[in-house]
């Protein structure tokens, strides 16, 4: 069983940068990857970046594309996201997820969730 806890989020202004971590315990995740979806207020919770595990590929949603980098350490069992150029919009909160089951990017897709981190940017 995969635990994933997500620590790192906090109040920005818009412009600036933070970093999320994802800490992964439990089985390994060799073969397989971590994504970040976030959730707005009265919204439905969207993909924003995935990286695969072992070759480090990635993929990001057109929102954050050139924003937002999502790396890892594996050495730590680690995935983080650097959000840079952060805007208001980008107020949310951050799930890492992990367990992909393949296709397209949906939160249906994923197995295991963390609690997730709250992301405010102020205009």
């Known amino acids: 069983q995969v635990q994933l806890v997500e620590s790192g989020g906090g109040l920005v202004q818009a412009g600036g940068s933070l970093r999320l971590s994802c800490a992964v315990s439990?089985?390994?995740?060799?073969?397989?990857?971590v994504g970040w979806f976030r959730q707005a207020p009265g919204k439905e919770r969207e993909f924003a970046a995935y990286r695969h595990w072992s070759d480090g590929t990635t993929y990001y949603a057109d929102s954050v594309k050139g924003r937002f980098i999502i790396s890892a350490d594996n050495a730590k069992n680690t995935v983080y996201l650097q959000m840079n150029s952060l805007k208001p919009e980008d107020t949310a909160v951050y799930f890492c997820?992990?367990?992909?089951?393949?296709?397209?990017?949906?939160?249906?897709?994923?197995?295991?969730w963390g609690r997730g981190t709250q992301v405010t940017v102020s205009s």
């Open positions: 997820a992990a367990g992909y089951s393949g296709g397209a990017f949906r939160t249906d897709k994923f197995r295991t």
């Open positions: 439990g089985r390994t995740l060799s073969g397989h990857g």
